[in-house]
């Protein structure tokens, strides 16, 4: 069994857990409160136990989704159950879901963790319900924007154009100092990823 890599990033009274499952390499990130430890869970993609063991001492209070593709869903049932939290995602994402989504998530929603609150950003272009979710300053992205580029929009739903205005409109308007934290792989900047080659003509 590959070791699980662990990477733990601390904001203002809270901290952001990135676990690295999976075959294809998911990230899932668990938040938590330092006051409440209440907590939230991003994208279960996988290995339902790896995700439940680095939730000890997290109280799961919500399970949301960036987007509904294969490769982020994988211990969704799983840890739903297990942990009782309540499942967001964009209702434009929710058909393969649904059984287990309990709310949706909008544009400008902030959702309450403890004594935080986690913002949701709709940025359409992987698919058409994505979200990134804004804790602090850490912007966890999805498929929407990667350390060199935007997500894949070679499959279907997806809309090269459509992602392009979101990383600029969205994305971009936030501190260059903003952490992005995506679905694969590791951090970068808003300002390192502003001005490089994919986007010089946004």
Known sequence: MRPLEVEVMEGNGFTVTRLEVGMMENNCYLIRCHDTGEGIIVDPADEQEKILQALKGIEAKYILLTHSHWDHIGALAGVKKATGARVGIHRLDAAR??????????????ISFGIHRARIIHTPGHSPGGVCILIGKYLLSGDTIF????????IPGS???LILRSISEKIFALPAETIICPGHGRTATVGEEMGTAPYRNI
């Open 159 to 161: 809309d090269f154009s």
């Open 97 to 110: 879901v649904k059984e287990w989504v309990d709310f949706y998530l909008e544009d400008g929603d902030e």
């Open 147 to 154: 350390p060199g580029g935007p997500g894949n929009t070679s």
